[in-house]
């Protein structure tokens, strides 16, 4: 089941407001899986989301490591995101080989967060239920962002 859960048209001025709107709305889900064109500001979106979370770890695109580790505080207790990148991915299997699976699993069970650029890569590795966000650039200055839960 795919249900439209929150729309948000943004630009680089309004992104961090756009930020504040999604993670209040979406923050008690795990797997948010990002996708867009290249160049649509999947990367962005991710790095003012760490921020308004207060990540201290450096925020960058994981596409050679597949995926950076990032920390935070959430409800007095350290919390933990990992941001993939499966651009490089040819499949589900590589993506099973390389460990993918397993941070989802994680994610699943110990409330870590996930955040998965180019998700369609491996789309039969997430979960049953998820938080699919695609991105659009309506020009060269504006993203729009049409927002489902999965499942």
């Known amino acids: ?3 439209n859960i929150l729309q948000l048209t943004y630009t680089l001025q309004t992104i961090d407001t756009a930020v504040k709107q999604f993670w209040e709305t979406l923050n008690k889900h795990t797997v948010f899986a990002f996708s867009g064109e290249m160049g649509a ?3 962005t979106f991710i790095h003012h989301l760490c921020d308004y979370l207060s990540v201290e770890d450096a925020v960058s695109s994981p596409t050679f490591a597949l995926v950076n ?3 935070f505080e959430e409800k007095d207790r350290d919390s933990i995101i990992y941001h993939m990148d499966w651009y490089r991915l040819k499949s589900e299997g590589e993506a099973i080989s390389a460990g993918m699976e397993d941070y989802l699993v994680q994610a699943c069970k110990m409330q870590v967060r996930c955040f998965i650029e ?3 890569k491996a789309i039969g590795i997430l979960p049953s239920t998820y ?3 695609e991105i659009h650039a309506t020009d060269m200055h504006e993203r729009y962002m049409n927002i ?3 499942g």
């Open 1 to 3: 089941m795919k249900q």
């Open 41 to 43: 500001g999947k990367t």
């Open 69 to 71: 580790e990032y920390h």
């Open 118 to 120: 180019w998700p369609e």
């Open 131 to 133: 938080v699919l966000i």
């Open 148 to 150: 489902f839960l999965i």
